[in-house]
Every structure is written in C-alpha cells, then in structure tokens.
C-alpha cells in the first residue's frame, strides 16, 4: 500500500493533545522582561505629552520608553516594510513600531513598559498618561474617497494608488454595447478580525556575546521574518535567528512584520536581556491585522440567453492606517479571479486602495480570492434570475470549455488555468445535496405561505494558489518570489530527514511531508523526521501562505527524493556491477531488470554512501540532495458547493440546515488532512456570510473587540457537512497536486448569501449585505413588504 492517498492521522497530534507542544507562551527564560504595550485610545490625534513617572516607579517596572525615546535609542533603521508596492507612485506613509507625533488607528503603540512580569507590565501601562489633540478621524472607506478628512495629515488625499487590469479596452465597451442583458451590483466585503486559536507572541533570547539574537515567535513566515529584520534595524542576517514553535493556527493573520517583533528583537539586543509579549484576546483586535474591508462594483455584460460577453470590477479597497506586508496587494490577488471559472471575452479590473484611521488590513484566509468569488458568484445568481433561468443552468452555460475537461487555457485576465472539468463537479454536489428535492419542497413551502422558507444557493469557484513563479510576482512588483526549498537527508541508519523551508500552523506538514517521501524513498512513513520552522536548521525558504505548502513545498520534496534515489540507483549500479539503466527500484529495493536475486535495499546503500568504501569514481559520500523548486505555473483548484438555509420570516433567524462541497484540489496527498481544511475553511466563509463583521463608530472606535461582542462561531453553529471530490490532476508540477487550505472560504460566504437571498426572492429582495443577522434578514423582510426591497 502507497502512504500517499491514504488518511494518515496526523503525527503531530499526540503530541498537542497531551500538552507536550511548546507554543511561545511555553518557553520561560530566566531574566526575562515583558513589554507592556500603551496603546493609544484615538483613532486620529496628535500626541501633545506623555507622562511616565507613575508607571516609572511601579513595582517591577524596568523602564518605560515612549516612541520618541525608542527613535533616539537607533533601534531602527527604517520603518515596517511593505513587500508588495503594486505601483511606482503607490503612497506609503512611514510606519514604525511605535508612533512619534501622532497616531492613526486606535490601538497603535505610543509607548513600551518593560517589567519583571507580564501583568506587571500591563498594569504599569494603564498608568501612563497621554495627551492627545483630537483630530479629524477617517471612519470608513467611505469618508476616505470622500476626502473631507485625510487619515495622514501629512498626505492632501487618502488615495494610496491606482491599479487598472484592463487587458482590451475597446472589447470591454464593444460587450457592454452590444449586450442584451446588463447586471450591476454593489457588494459590501465587511472587516473581519482573524482569531487563530492562539493569540500572537514574541520571545527575543539575546547571545550572551556577539550580538546574535533568538526571536521565537508565532508566526507564520519565520524565513521572510529574519530577512525583515535585518532590513529594518540593521542587525546582520547572520546574526538572527527566528523559530516558529508550535503555533496555533494563523489563518494569514501571522504573516506580518510587526511591532512588537521589531521591538522584542532590539529591545533584547540593547539591554542583553530576553524580552517578549503575549497580546491579550481583545489586545488582538487592534494589535494584529484584519481582512477584507473593500467596497465591490460589478458588472455583466450577457446575451438573451444569458451568455457572458463581458465583466467589468471596481473595488475600494480599505488599507487601514498603514501598508503592511502585503496590504496593497491583497485585492490584487482575486483581481485575476472575477470572471470565476466562466468563459467571458472581455474583461477589466481596477482598483483604488485607500487609507483610514482604522487597524491596518492585510491577508485573511484566502486574501483577496473569497471576495472575488463573491462578487462574480452573487452576480452571476442575479444574472440567472434576470434572464428567468435557474442558478445552475446560467453556470452551465458559461463555463469554460463548456463545462467540460481542459487544460492549459488562458482566460481574459492573462492567467493560464492549469487545469478544470467543472461539468461532472456540479453534477456531482446537485446529486449530492438533492437539488431537485430541495426545489420541490421550496415550492411547496412558498405555495403553503410557510413561514419558514427554504433558500439553496450555489457557487463554482476557483482560485489561484501557489503563489508562484518567481517571475509572474516580479511582473505584479511583489518584493519575494515564489519558490520554495527542500533537502533530504537518508542517514546510516535507514531513517530520513526532510528539511522544509514551508512552515506549518496547523495543516499537518509533517505527516504529509513524511507520506510523500515515504513513497519515493521506499521507506516508511515514522522512518522520517520532518524539520522546519527554524531558520538555523532550515535556513532557506519562503514559507505557508496563499495555499502554496504542497504546489510548491511539497514538490520540491519529491523532487529531492528523486535525486537521492538516483543517486541511490549509481552507487547500487556499481556495487553490483550492473547497468543503472537495467536496475527497477520499488519498494526501496533496487534489483536488475530480469535478475530479481540481485537486489539491494535503499537502507543498505545509505550506509555504503556513508562509510564511502566502494562509490563509483568522483562521488561524494551520504545520500543528500537539495532542490529549490519554482514553479512554471500557479495551481487552479475548483469545486462546486451548494447551502441550503431556512429563514423564519417572524425572527429574521437563518438556520443552516445543509452544506454540500464538492472540491478538486488535484491529487490528493491526505484526504483526512484535505477535509480537514475544507471543514475549517467552510465555517469561516459561513462566519462571514452570518455572523462576523468588525464595527466600528465614527470616530473610528472598534465597537466589538471582544468575544463578547465579535460572533466567532461554534461546532453548535454548523450542520454536519457533506464533502466529496472530483480529481483533476494539475499541469503545473509532477504531483499533479494544487491547493487546499483556504479553497472552502473561497466559496462559503457566497453559497451561504446565494441561498439567504434565494429564500427571500418571493419578497422581491435581490442582495442583502453580509452578515445577514436576524436584525438585518428581519427588517430586509419588512421593508421589502412595506415596498422598499433592498
């Protein structure tokens, strides 16, 4: 039996569940000091005195240090760096880990309280007196392309940049002229606040000599992290070393440079001693980024019958206070994914990124994708009622290759999808959920004038993972590439090391990378040890995010596995004085081709690599080889998922009572690990469609920090969810494998509002913002019976 396909159970588990797993918090350092962070309580202001002598001589309070003392200290060199400017005169104000003459968001750092305990340093925080001289707060992406106030009062506008993908002009207008069918609406991508099970922390251990500095931390880009440091405070990279412990969860929200990173580190190296922070659950709300927050504008262009001639995008996006890592570049990556999985001859895409005195905005849970797919997904329901056809039939008829299998195809928006067969998908997930069923019993419900209707929604979505090649992101101004590095090690003994440069948090990298080594090395899965997450023993790499680990980290495994087996295959050539190519190697054995009793195991040449008494000529001893791999192409992974809710017309209460997913992510390493992801990522797109929404007043005030008051939901919250595959291997690599982690967020949040708004069609409403709240479904009810459909 091959280890790839099969369900492992995760290796790392065990280890989690029994308490062993050492999260930063875990780690105790004898000396250690903690950062108590003041946090400014405007959103806009400028910072008029700061008084210190209380929490100063506070027991246990090393120093206090405002942002003005920490600049004069040269602890950095440059601000918090953003790697994505999407254009030459994008506008990026400076930002540093703490702010010096004024703030921008509530939340943001003005000064650090170093203490012998965690609560002593917050404690001593809440001492520290600030005085602010309020000023004009820019509350809303709204108010931002208004203008009448400026969230940098450095800056005339609020507008960061203008980025256009409008590959033919002339074909866009000539579609919406011609067209017989025209569709346009606006779509509302609320703020959501990422809430990874564990909150972020930071432990900067120093080198009692040479100036060398430990930061463990719970992110997830430990290689990017080390690079950023040393751009931004001038510590050598040699001299810095990051570790990402066990790290629970980060859903992007731990891809960042940030603050208390930068502080930690210098902090440590200045005093010589270790220094760390560990925010609070509502610390997190302003401390960490959040996702989404943009403004959509979509139009179709479409036949009689309903066939795509044209799509054209706007999107407003909110950049919050400040540019973070990839801020600017999030909304660029789904502006390449609004004609969804649909054959349409034009297209154009523009964007207007704007500022707010709000938390700065970054990647969440598939980064600019689920908001494509929203839009196109929500459109293209309301296209199907306008031409008087059903949900699936207008998908039917727009598909690319017609629904049936292709490869290698270029869409309007300049990708090249790897591969698709989106026909059998949908088949499947109707034949699934029992839509023909579902319809029959809406019927009934609506002829009855129950007051219980039944909404089913469906979405066909795809995305663009990988992030990669190399190449494509230097085209897009990306600051990394896109390649990813591996090496493998089989040791004297038989066993075998992976070294990743992907960092796992959470999706089980270590039983799949084990699965994939297993089958090339020919050797058992609890044979092989993974490293990772430690730039000392992992030294290059470009880390977990945007669905890459198995497109890009994967491959590069398998790649270096295939080396070390034709290394392998010289060396038993030559002990057994045969031809390499007359040897067959399976099962770890190689044996020459039509003499089955000459064969040699894998495990046995391993220990002749090492002692290196009998290698071929100009060999070097061991078995380890190394692959950087960069692929030529993203992945395209797709599916089809269909909701069904029932909406109380008296409360307003949606109820989920079905969820339906049908995905092709390609070849399957793990099926466990690929539900898995898709259950997770399922519930947070529903969380989006029903419940999360961060709120904030108009003096740009965070009115939910809490989990009081910010709806995460619960296993109690979601039915039991169907899920099934269609496999569709993709070109881009030799595993024929493509993405999985964010694929179910994708396209939750549009199946979920598809159905809200599919229960609520009698009423003659047509859209409705996320979250559909019984508040909001309720009064959507009433106003559209008063006549005011929304």
């Known amino acids: 039996m091959t280890a790839v396909g099969t369900p492992m159970k995760r290796r790392e588990d065990p280890q989690l569940l029994v308490g062993e797993g050492k999260y930063v918090d875990d780690i105790q350092v004898v000396g250690q000091l903690w950062m108590g962070m003041v946090r400014s309580t405007m959103a806009h202001a400028r910072i008029t005195s700061i008084d210190t002598s209380a929490a100063e001589g506070a027991d246990g309070v090393h120093s206090v240090l405002t942002g003005s003392q920490l600049q004069e200290m040269g602890l950095w060199i440059a601000p918090l760096p953003c790697a994505w400017p999407v254009t030459e005169d994008m506008v990026n104000p400076p930002h540093y880990p703490t702010a010096i003459d004024e703030v921008h968001h509530v939340g943001e750092i003005v000064a650090v309280v170093l203490a012998d305990s965690r609560y002593g340093a917050v404690d001593a925080a809440e001492q520290v007196?600030?005085?602010?001289?309020?000023?004009?707060a820019v509350a809303s992406i709204g108010l931002a392309r208004d203008g009448s106030a400026t969230a940098h009062s450095e800056h005339e506008t609020n507008k960061a940049f203008h980025w256009p993908l409008v590959p033919d002009p002339d074909a866009l207008d000539a579609a919406f002229a011609n067209a017989a069918q025209t569709v346009?609406?606006?779509?509302?991508?609320?703020?959501?606040?990422?809430?990874?099970?564990?909150?972020?922390?930071?432990l900067a251990v120093p080198s009692p000599m040479g100036g060398d500095v430990t930061l463990y931390s719970a992110t997830q880009v430990p290689h990017i992290l080390k690079v950023m440091i040393a751009a931004t405070t001038g510590i050598a990279e040699s001299k810095i070393r990051v570790v990402a412990p066990a790290v629970g969860g980060g859903f992007g929200a731990k891809l960042n440079v940030n603050p208390d990173e930068i502080l930690a580190v210098t902090l440590a190296n200045k005093l010589g001693r270790a220094v760390r922070w560990t925010e609070s659950r509502t610390e997190a709300a302003f401390s960490t980024h959040q996702g989404r927050g943009q403004l959509q504008t979509i139009e179709l262009a479409a036949d009689a019958d309903g066939k795509l001639q044209g799509v054209r995008v706007h999107v407003d996006a909110d950049m919050g206070a400040y540019m973070m890592l990839i801020t600017p570049g999030v909304p660029l990556l789904g502006s390449f994914l609004y004609t969804g999985v649909y054959d349409v001859p034009a297209f154009g895409f523009t964007c207007d990124g704007y500022f707010t005195n709000l938390t700065p905005t970054d990647a969440y849970r598939g980064a600019g994708r689920p908001e494509a797919s929203y839009a196109i997904e929500r459109a293209m329901d309301i296209l199907a009622a306008q031409v008087g056809i059903g949900p699936d039939e207008v998908r039917r008829r727009n598909y690319l290759g017609g629904g049936d299998y292709f490869e290698n195809l270029e869409v309007p928006s300049t990708l090249v999808f790897d591969s698709g067969h989106y026909g059998p998908n949908l088949d499947r997930a109707l034949e699934l959920a029992n839509y023909e069923g579902l319809k029959t019993e809406q019927v009934r419900r609506r002829e009855a004038g129950d007051s219980k209707q039944l909404g089913i929604g469906m979405v066909t979505y795809v995305e663009i993972c990988g992030l990669a090649p190399s190449r494509a992101l230097g085209g897009l101004n990306y600051g990394a590439g896109g390649w990813e590095h591996a090496t493998v090690r089989l040791l004297p003994t038989g066993k075998a090391e992976v070294v990743s440069g992907s960092t796992p948090h959470g999706q089980g990298h270590e039983t799949t990378w084990s699965q994939i080594a297993a089958d090339k090395l020919g050797i058992q899965p609890e044979d092989i040890t993974v490293l990772h997450s430690d730039t000392a023993i992992s030294p290059l790499g470009l880390d977990t995010y945007g669905s890459r680990s198995l497109a890009v980290g994967g491959v590069a495994i398998a790649a270096a596995c295939d080396k070390v087996v034709e290394k392998a295959k010289q060396i038993a050539a030559h002990q057994m004085e045969a031809s390499a190519d007359d040897l067959e190697?399976?099962?770890?054995?190689?044996?020459?081709?039509?003499?089955?009793?000459?064969?040699?195991?894998?495990?046995?040449i391993a220990f002749g690599a090492f002692t290196a008494h009998d290698l071929p000529d100009g060999m070097e001893p061991n078995l380890q080889e190394q692959v950087t791999f960069d692929p030529?192409?993203?992945?395209?992974?797709?599916?089809?998922?269909?909701?069904?809710?029932?909406?109380?017309?008296?409360?307003?209460?949606?109820?989920?009572?079905?969820?339906?997913?049908?995905?092709?992510?390609?070849?399957q390493i793990n099926p466990m690990i690929v539900e898995g992801q898709l259950h997770g990522g399922i519930v947070q797109g529903v969380a989006q469609a029903l419940w999360e929404e961060?709120?904030?007043?108009?003096?740009?005030?965070?009115?939910n920090p809490s989990m009081m008051d910010y709806l995460v939901p619960s296993a109690a919250e979601v039915p039991s969810m169907v899920t099934d595959y269609t496999v569709t291997p993709s070109t881009s690599n030799s595993l024929g494998v493509k993405g999985a982690g964010e694929a179910g967020t994708i396209s939750s949040a549009a199946a979920v509002m598809n159905a809200v708004v599919d229960a609520l069609s009698p009423y003659g409403v047509v859209d409705m913002d996320m979250p559909a709240t019984p508040q909001r479904v309720w009064r959507t009810i009433h106003e559209a019976k008063n006549g005011g459909a929304s």
């Open 184 to 202: 346009k609406a606006n779509f509302v991508q609320q703020r959501l606040i990422p809430a990874a099970m564990e909150p972020r922390g930071v």
């Open 694 to 703: 961060a709120c904030y007043d108009e003096d740009g005030n965070l009115a």
């Open 129 to 136: 007196i600030v005085d602010y001289e309020p000023l004009d």
């Open 632 to 667: 030529p192409n993203f992945v395209f992974p797709f599916g089809t998922h269909v909701c069904t809710v029932e909406i109380d017309e008296d409360t307003g209460e949606v109820e989920l009572l079905s969820y339906v997913a049908v995905d092709d992510c390609g070849n």
């Open 585 to 604: 190697f399976a099962e770890g054995v190689f044996s020459v081709s039509g003499s089955p009793d000459q064969a040699m195991p894998i495990q046995a």
